[in-house]
C-alpha cells in the first residue's frame, strides 16, 4: 500500500485548496437550485468536474490519484453537495462507457453544466433493491418503446430533465437478461412524479408512475439486455474511499463536541463509544487507501466495494445513534434553538436510516461480499 504523494500531487492539492479558500459558499448563502447549478458550474469552469471523464467530452482528465485528492478537499471543507450528483457518479460514466458519439455529444456537455438534471430509476415497489426483479415493461414500437411501470425512491425526480431508467424488454432467459437502459426525456407525455414526503421532513425521493410512455430507440443506452451490465458497471461508485474517511473524522469531531456540552466526556461508557467509533473510522479511512492503491495499480477487485458500502454505512448510522444518546431526552427535539448544533442529530439520526438501505441495501451486499469475495455456497 502506496501512502506517500509525489511533488506534482501535493502542487495540486495546494491549487484546490488556493481555489476553495477563493470560491467556496458562504455558510448559510442560498442552497435553491439556481445557487446549487452555480456553484457545480464554478467547479467545472475550474476543472474539477468529471474529475476522471475524458477532456473531449468536457471532463477534467484527471489522475486517479489527482481524483482522489480533489475529492478528500471537498470534503474537508464541508463542500455543497453538485446538484447533479446522481449524474456525475453514475449517468456520466455509463453513457461515455456503453453510449454512441451521438449520445455522449448529446448528454454529456449539459450534464457537467447542470443545464439538465438527471434521476436514476431502479427500485419499484414490488422489488426494491433487487434489480433483477423489475417489472417496468418496455415494448418495442417502431422506432420508439413505449414504457409502462412504476419506480420508487426515485432521487430529485421532481427537478429532474432526464431519467436513467432500467425496464424490461423481454421476459425470456434469465431474469437479468432481459433488462435494458432507456434515456427518458422526463417532460414526455404519460410521466407523473409524486414526491414522498420523508420522516426527516424533506421530500427529495418520488415515486414516477410511467403510463405509456414513448422513448425514442436511439435513446437506449447499449444493447438491447444489457441493461443488468450497465447498472451494475455504473453503482460500482468512482470514488476512492479518502473522503468518506474524511467525513468520519468531521463525524468524530461533532461527536466530542456533543459530549463535552453535554458535559459527559467524564463518562467512562461515553468515553469508550468515542473511542470504538473513532477506531472503526481509523480503520475504514485504511481500507479507503488499500482500496485506492489496489485500483491504481489495476488490481481492484470490482465487488471489494459492497463490503466498503457495507462498513461505511453502518458505521455512518452508529455515530448519529451515538450523538442521539448522548443527547437523551433533548434528542427528540429537532428545532430547538438550545440544542448545538440546533438539533442536527436529530436529522442526521433520521435521515441515516436510509443509508443502509440506499444504492443496495445491506442484506444484498452481505451476500455479494459472501459470494463473490469470499466465495461461499449458496444454499
Not at 442552497?31 to 477532456?55: E, I, N, S, T, V
Not at 474537508?76 to 451521438?102: C, E, F, K, L, S
Not at 414513448?214 to 444489457?226: F, H, I, S
Not at 479518502?242 to 461527536?255: E, K, T, V, Y
Amino acid at each position: 500500500m502506496d501512502l506517500s504523494y509525489t511533488p506534482a500531487e501535493e502542487t495540486f492539492r495546494a491549487r484546490v485548496r488556493g481555489w476553495l479558500a477563493e470560491n467556496l459558499p458562504e455558510t448559510g448563502s442560498p442552497r435553491d437550485l439556481a445557487a446549487m447549478r452555480a456553484w457545480q458550474r464554478k467547479l467545472h469552469a475550474a476543472g474539477f468536474l468529471g474529475a476522471a471523464w475524458p477532456k473531449e467530452y468536457g471532463g477534467a482528465g484527471l489522475s486517479p490519484m489527482e481524483q482522489a485528492i480533489l475529492n478528500e478537499e471537498l470534503t474537508r471543507v464541508r463542500a455543497p453537495q453538485v446538484v447533479n450528483a446522481m449524474a456525475i457518479w453514475w449517468v456520466g460514466p455509463a453513457i461515455i462507457r456503453y453510449g454512441t458519439d451521438a449520445q455522449k455529444r448529446r448528454f454529456i456537455p449539459p450534464i457537467l453544466t447542470a443545464d439538465e438534471i438527471w434521476a436514476t430509476g431502479y427500485s419499484e415497489p414490488s422489488s426494491g433493491s433487487d434489480m433483477a426483479a423489475a417489472k417496468t415493461r418496455a415494448v418495442r414500437d417502431g422506432d420508439d418503446y413505449v414504457v409502462n411501470g412504476q419506480k420508487i425512491w426515485t432521487t430529485l425526480a421532481h427537478i429532474s430533465d432526464w431519467f436513467f431508467v432500467l425496464v424490461r424488454t423481454s421476459t425470456d432467459g434469465t431474469k437479468w437478461g432481459g433488462l435494458s437502459v432507456l434515456l427518458m426525456d422526463m417532460r414526455s407525455r404519460g410521466i407523473d412524479i409524486r414526491p414522498i414526503r420523508q420522516i426527516d421532513g424533506g421530500s427529495e425521493f418520488n415515486e414516477v408512475f410511467m403510463s405509456d410512455v414513448r422513448v425514442p430507440v436511439e435513446n437506449r443506452l447499449g444493447a438491447e439486455g444489457q441493461g443488468w451490465e450497465i447498472v451494475s458497471s455504473a453503482l460500482v461508485n468512482e470514488r476512492s474511499g479518502i473522503a468518506g474517511s474524511i467525513r468520519f473524522d468531521q463525524a468524530l469531531d461533532w461527536l466530542k463536541t456533543t459530549a463535552r456540552e453535554q458535559q459527559k466526556l467524564g463518562d467512562r461508557r461515553v468515553r469508550q463509544r468515542v473511542a470504538d467509533l473513532a477506531t472503526k473510522g481509523a480503520i475504514l479511512r485504511w481500507a479507503g487507501m488499500r482500496a485506492l492503491t489496489d485500483s491504481l495499480h489495476e488490481r481492484m477487485n470490482p465487488h471489494l466495494s459492497a463490503a466498503m458500502k457495507l462498513m461505511s454505512t453502518s458505521l455512518v448510522q452508529e455515530f448519529s445513534e451515538a450523538g442521539m444518546e448522548l443527547l437523551g431526552p433533548w434528542a427528540a427535539l429537532m428545532d430547538d434553538p438550545r440544542l448545538a448544533p440546533g438539533g442536527r442529530w436529530a436529522k442526521q439520526f433520521l435521515y441515516d436510516r436510509a443509508m443502509t438501505i440506499a444504492g443496495g441495501t445491506s442484506e444484498v451486499q452481505r451476500n455479494i461480499v459472501a459470494q463473490r469475495v469470499l466465495g461461499l455456497p449458496r444454499k
